[in-house]
């Protein structure tokens, strides 16, 4: 089963907000809806799709500006992990699984960037990595609640793990490509290559 994928550049912040759907049933996730929500909304009329759930890889405000309205309008479940402080109709923790039809997206808890980011695994096919991991990169950890130590052990520990051939659906577009995979990033992205947490951390401050 191949999932439809929609990746639709939003905002002036360089944003990604995702749809991935099961076109046999129909159903369909909005991953962080912000601004430009009629490209939103076009594209599920068009291609027949019913929002299900409007999932958040962590609730940053660039990440979470549409979530009310699509909500609405789609009749869509709010999901988010459990560590969001925002209003959710579902507090998903690591590890848990999110159907969309036939889909089935895991949940892995990957914070640094926030307390409750979280990437969406599918399995053997893709990865949606929010604020974690970007094409070349990895989000900011010099905001409040944001934690370089943790960020370590998401990057080394859970992503640098996973099956290389997994696409990468990043949060922004801010690397050179829109999309990479896993195999490809531990290769040339230079906040994944191999380093002590030590080294990690006094990097990390060095760039920030």
Same mark, same amino acid.
């Given at each position: 089963?191949?999932?439809?994928?929609?990746? &639709?550049?939003?905002?002036?912040?360089?944003?990604?907000?995702? #749809? #991935?759907?099961?076109?046999?049933?129909?159903?369909?996730?909005?991953?962080?809806?912000?601004?430009?929500? =009629?490209?939103?909304?076009?594209?599920?009329?068009?291609?027949?799709?019913?929002?299900?759930?409007?999932?958040?890889?962590?609730?940053?405000?660039?990440?979470?500006?549409?979530?009310?309205?699509?909500?609405?309008?789609?009749?869509?479940? &709010?999901?988010?992990?459990?560590?969001?402080?925002?209003?959710?109709? #579902?507090?998903?923790?690591?590890?848990?699984? &999110?159907? #969309?039809?036939?889909?089935?997206?895991?949940?892995?808890?990957?914070?640094?960037?926030?307390? =409750?980011?979280?990437?969406?695994?599918?399995?053997?096919?893709? &990865?949606?990595?929010?604020?974690?991991?970007?094409?070349?990169?990895?989000?900011?950890? =010099?905001?409040?609640?944001?934690?370089?130590?943790?960020?370590?052990? %998401?990057?080394?520990?859970?992503?640098?793990?996973?099956?290389?051939?997994?696409?990468?659906?990043?949060?922004?577009?801010?690397? %050179?490509?829109?999309?990479?995979?896993?195999?490809?990033?531990?290769?040339?992205?230079?906040?994944?290559?191999?380093?002590?947490?030590?080294?990690?951390?006094?990097?990390?401050?060095?760039?920030?």
């Amino acid at each position: 089963m191949k999932p439809a994928i929609l990746q &639709i550049p939003v905002g002036q912040m360089a944003n990604f907000t995702y #749809i #991935i759907a099961d076109d046999d049933s129909g159903e369909a996730a909005v991953i962080d809806p912000s601004w430009d929500l =009629d490209d939103v909304f076009h594209a599920l009329k068009k291609n027949g799709w019913k929002a299900k759930y409007v999932i958040n890889t962590h609730t940053h405000f660039d990440h979470v500006l549409g979530n009310e309205q699509v909500a609405e309008v789609a009749g869509a479940k &709010i999901i988010q992990h459990e560590n969001s402080k925002l209003q959710k109709d #579902i507090a998903a923790k690591d590890g848990d699984t &999110i159907e #969309i039809g036939s889909i089935k997206l895991k949940v892995m808890h990957t914070p640094g960037h926030s307390k =409750d980011s979280m990437c969406l695994i599918l399995e053997n096919q893709l &990865i949606f990595t929010g604020d974690t991991l970007f094409v070349g990169n990895c989000g900011r950890t =010099d905001l409040p609640g944001s934690d370089p130590e943790e960020m370590y052990h %998401s990057l080394f520990d859970r992503l640098a793990m996973l099956d290389e051939k997994l696409v990468v659906y990043p949060g922004h577009n801010y690397g %050179s490509a829109p999309t990479s995979t896993i195999g490809n990033e531990k290769k040339t992205n230079y906040v994944l290559q191999p380093r002590s947490k030590q080294e990690f951390l006094e990097f990390m401050v060095a760039g920030d």
